[in-house]
T-cell receptor, first 111, second 111 residues
Framework: GQQLNQSPQSMFIQEGEDVSMNCTSS?????WLWYKQEPGEGPVLLIA?????ELTSNGRLTAQFGITRKDSFLNISASIPSDVGIYFC???????????FGKGTLLTVNP | SAVISQKPSRDICQRGTSLTIQCQVD?????MFWYRQQPGQSLTLIAT?????????ESGFVIDKFPISRPNLTFSTLTVSNMSPEDSSIYLC????????FGEGSRLTVL
């Protein structure tokens, strides 16, 4: 089956720093999604990408759909303490609704 | 996006018992799904809850262990049957609303 490799597994940064995380796949995806999960909550959709090469921003967050359709990255600029959480990438390879999730990147921001 | 409410939000259960999780959506949705998130892990799709028919289960999940109901377009239940400590997880209801959106999750601990 399809697998996603998400890295890094965890990050511990200082407030104000920029953050970058990425996902790679052995298969081609038609859609890449990035979710954030805070403690005690369900995942919340941050950014959705639908075209190879697409670069999309949501406030301080920027994500790109890789040209090869096998990777995506998420950048967070000028991190703040409320950015703390687990960030998941997810990919969709066909026309159905099924998503394959990465294992998540745990982000800790030190004030 | 739709508001997705799950009950219970958390529970502690005894080995061998069963627990039913409810998912209520504030609008009619065609597609509803149940995911499992084991401690420190990513999200795994259990099944698609089909309205008016039997759920469609993913590989590794069976109806006897995870019976699902979907009586209408706004409600679904997932039962975790004959629980063991390995069933301790977050169970997440999700709906298709142009993309996949999640409830806040039900955190089960099995002793």
């Amino acid at each position: 089956g399809q697998q996603l490799n998400q890295s890094p597994q965890s990050m511990f940064i200082q407030e104000g720093e920029d953050v970058s995380m990425n996902c790679t796949s052995s298969s081609i995806f038609n859609t890449w999604l990035w979710y954030k999960q805070e403690p005690g909550e369900g995942p919340v959709l941050l950014i959705a990408l639908y075209k190879a090469g697409e670069l999309t921003s949501n406030g301080r967050l920027t994500a790109q759909f890789g040209i090869t359709r096998k990777d995506s990255f998420l950048n967070i600029s000028a991190s703040i303490p409320s950015d703390v959480g687990i960030y998941f990438c997810a990919g969709r390879g066909g026309s159905n609704y099924k998503l394959t999730f990465g294992k998540g990147t745990l982000l800790t921001v030190n004030p | 996006s739709a508001v997705i409410s799950q009950k219970p939000s958390r529970d502690i259960c005894q080995r061998g018992t069963s627990l039913t999780i409810q998912c209520q959506v504030d609008s009619q949705v065609t597609m509803m799904f149940w995911y499992r998130q084991q401690p420190g892990q990513s999200l795994t799709l259990i099944a698609t809850a089909n309205q008016g028919s039997e759920a469609t289960y993913e590989s590794g999940f069976v109806i006897d262990k995870f019976p699902i109901s979907r009586p209408n377009l706004t409600f679904s239940t997932l039962t975790v049957s004959n629980m063991s400590p390995e069933d301790s997880s977050i169970y997440l209801c999700s709906v298709w609303g142009g993309e996949l959106f999640f409830g806040e999750g039900s955190r089960l601990t099995v002793l």
